[in-house]
């Protein structure tokens, strides 16, 4: 979802009253960022706090590339990695997650490893559907097992849009909260739905009730569920010792504009670039009772802040044995004090940008390359800005564009070279990326290699009933866009002899 696709943000037709409302009743953040312009990235900052270039979830193989898990990604979360629900499990919390992982699919990367107590939704995107043989439907889990996949058992109409799936996180998210209410116990819910992420679904009641489209459609419904969600809380009198926190993992992706795009409002392209449009969320506290209502924050604020946020509001202390980028909103959100931090725009292991105060400098620009684009797979579609939305990976290492947020949010217009701002707040910034690379320790990069035989491999039996499995070795690079494109390698057979009387060979 895109920072302009809400109402209280400008959206012009209006259609997001919950959200609106619970702005209302709480703080709106309006410089609000998410670590990384793709999903997979970007959650794994949420729930472990750290950027994605520590924490793991980047790529060496390409520069700059923006890479994420899907089916075929061997990596995912690293067990040294600390989430925020395995520490609120410390101070006896129950943990739940609701929709899309994204942290990696093979069994050691399990949300129920990594400190969640319930699940129920997916490793993946929605995508497919798929041939189920050669490359299975994502699958969706409850807690441990899997109870279907996505087009067989739980459906999404690609002709249509129409798909329950929000319905059924709703539902979900209902009943987990009445029977923490009902126990006493407290409780940390991830709600992750997807329903913008495209394929954009929406269940039949809001199909064709937007004036934006499917899309729109979406959005209305999640608008509507959230609304639902903080009137349960209301109802059941624990609105008032529940902090809930509203955000999105990237910027809306404008490739299918205006079909199924989103809007980022003023801001720069969208999903996948680290301009504005990329990177800064639609943010929304609500704590009745402690935050002030009608509270708008220009604190420079992350995803990464909700795991150190979320400690605090538990009176646990973040991990010490590591570095941290997420801090306490706590103060801001209460007192009104600002901290003083900056943003650092990654596209997997390249810091592309920096923002401190108002002013944003780009050490590298790129939005896509040449070869997609001229496919038609446009990051900016109507935004082209002369030497910044480039097409080529252009460095400004020695001398970096620098925009004024404030005058020109659409990052639009660079300061000139010459000027004493420009000098001013460029020695400052250089000064925050020094200090941020020097003491910068980067993770075991996990998104370099697929393989497809972590998926169900193709099989068939021959006339003497021989069983032929294939196993694909297909070494790739995984990216939103590009799978498949640079596959490379080779693909082994193996031949098996059935042995009909052996009850435990698994076909
Ligand atoms: C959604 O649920 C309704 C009511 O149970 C059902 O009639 C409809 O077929 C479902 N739609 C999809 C796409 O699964």
């Known amino acids: 979802m895109g920072w302009g696709d809400l109402g209280v943000f400008g959206e012009p037709s209006k259609e997001t009253p919950n ?120 699958p969706v889990y409850r807690d441990w097992d899997m109870v279907g996949r996505y087009y067989e058992d739980f459906k999404i109409d690609l002709k249509t849009g129409e798909a329950n799936l929000t319905q059924l996180y709703l539902q979900e998210a209902l009943d987990f909260i009445s029977k923490q209410q009902a126990s006493q116990q407290p409780f940390f819910l991830y709600w992750a739905i997807d329903a913008t992420h495209a394929p954009v679904y929406a269940s039949k009641q809001f199909l064709g009730t937007s004036q934006r489209g499917l899309y729109g459609d979406a959005v209305r419904e999640i608008d509507d569920s959230i609304g639902k969600i903080l009137k349960h809380l209301q109802q059941l009198g624990i609105s008032e010792n529940t902090f809930v926190f509203f955000t999105s993992d990237n910027g809306a992706a404008l490739i299918s504009a205006p079909k199924q795009g989103g809007s980022n409002g003023p801001f720069l392209c969208g999903k996948q670039t680290t301009f504005e449009g990329g990177m800064r969320e639609p943010a929304i506290a609500w704590w009745p009772g402690h935050i002030p209502a009608g509270g708008v924050s220009h604190q420079l604020g992350s995803v990464m802040d909700l795991f150190s946020t979320s400690l605090s509001l538990a009176g646990l202390q973040p991990p010490s044995d590591r570095q941290i980028d997420g801090i306490d909103l706590l103060p801001v959100m209460l007192q009104g ?81 010459a000027s004493d701002e420009y000098q001013r707040a460029v020695e400052h910034i250089s000064g925050l990326v020094q200090q941020h690379k020097a003491s910068l320790v980067p993770g075991q990069p996990q998104l370099n290699v697929c393989d497809q035989a972590v998926m169900v491999s193709a099989q068939s039996t021959d006339a003497l009933g021989n069983l032929w499995i294939k196993i694909h070795f297909i070494k790739c690079q995984c990216w939103e866009g590009m799978l498949g494109e640079e596959m490379h390698g080779h693909v082994l057979v193996a031949s098996l002899i059935r042995d009909r009387a052996d009850p435990s060979f698994p076909f």
């Open 19 to 138: 959200l609106d409302q619970m702005a209302a009743e709480g703080m709106l953040f309006l410089d609000f960022y998410t670590a990384s312009p793709l999903c997979s990235p970007s959650r794994a900052a949420l729930l472990t706090g750290r950027l994605p270039v520590r924490n793991g979830f980047y790529t060496t193989n390409g520069h700059a590339r923006n890479a994420y898990t899907p089916q075929d990604i061997v990596g995912g979360i690293p067990d040294s990695e600390l989430l925020l629900p395995e520490l609120l499990k410390k101070a006896g919390y129950t943990n739940k997650i609701i929709g899309k992982w994204h942290l990696g699919h093979r069994p050691q990367f399990h949300p129920l490893r990594h400190g969640f107590d319930e699940w129920f939704g997916s490793p993946n995107c929605h995508f497919g559907p798929y041939d189920s043989r050669e490359r299975p439907n994502i």
């Open 337 to 417: 004090k600002l901290t003083d931090r900056p943003i650092f725009y990654y596209r997997g292991n390249e810091l592309m940008a920096v923002r401190a105060g108002l002013y944003k400098a780009h050490y590298w620009t790129w939005s896509n390359s040449w070869e997609e684009h001229n496919k038609g797979i446009d990051f900016c579609p109507g935004q082209s800005v002369a030497g910044v939305t480039t097409h080529t990976q252009e460095e400004h290492t020695y001398l970096p564009l620098l925009f004024h947020l404030g005058r020109d949010p659409g990052e639009k217009y660079p300061l000139s070279f």
